[in-house]
């Protein structure tokens, strides 16, 4: 995966709670020897919860998955008004491609001012089925150089961005750019196999 300059300066909840979204360009690096997040090969991992869909624990970014990532704030109405839409996107991406896709919504609050009791309840109201958790600092919508809610982005497998939006965006967009991706990652898979069993002939 190719190295980016890591978008730095946007930790904090009160940038993150501005009325406007902020495209700062750049995708994250996961390098093993450098990267912003907080593990040893610079991923980030998210503290997640028990709700519809969701496990107590972590997971991590990049999972080796193509994953649509959904950031919001649970009293953002904009948030709320996507979260059918991306369910709709989860349904229809669960159909056709199974666990060839994963989907973390993630809130920029905390587990302080958002117990996981409160966001368990707001999550089943809002139509989540999927893993959900926490990235009260920002880290990770900061890394891909986006400040504010609702944004959804999509990455491939090595957590490269691939696709974001700031705002209400329809599940058939998500959809569309999600297959890109797989089919782009399966024609890779394809030509380096091919390119594995090909050898060069040899002279008489």
């Known amino acids: ?22 495209l700062l360009g750049g995708v994250p690096s996961f390098g ?13 991992t998210v503290e ?3 709700a519809r869909g ?10 080796g998955d193509v994953m649509v990532l959904e950031f919001f704030v649970t009293g953002c109405g904009n948030c709320q008004t996507q979260m059918p839409k991306i369910a709709e996107a989860y349904s229809q991406l669960a159909t056709d491609h199974g666990d060839e896709v994963t989907f973390l919504g993630i809130t920029f609050q ?7 009791a409160e966001l368990r309840d707001w999550w089943r109201a809002h139509g989540g089925n999927w893993p959900v958790g926490y990235d009260p600092m920002g880290d990770i919508a900061a890394s891909y150089g986006y400040s504010s809610y609702p944004t959804t982005i999509v990455t491939d497998a090595d957590g490269e961005k691939h696709w974001g939006k700031l705002g209400i965006t329809e599940p058939d ?29 040899t002279a008489d």
């Open 1 to 22: 995966m190719r190295r980016r300059e890591i978008v730095a300066g946007l930790g904090s909840v009160g940038a993150l709670a501005g009325a406007g979204g902020l």
């Open 32 to 44: 093993a020897d450098s990267g912003p997040g907080n593990g040893d090969d610079g991923s980030y």
């Open 48 to 50: 997640t919860i028990d």
């Open 54 to 63: 969701s496990e107590a624990g972590t997971l991590p970014v990049p999972t």
């Open 110 to 116: 905390s587990p302080d001012n958002k117990p996981p």
């Open 173 to 201: 967009v998500i959809v569309d750019h999600v297959e890109s991706v797989l089919e782009t990652s399966s024609d890779e898979t394809t030509n380096s196999s091919v390119n594995a069993n090909t050898t060069e002939p």
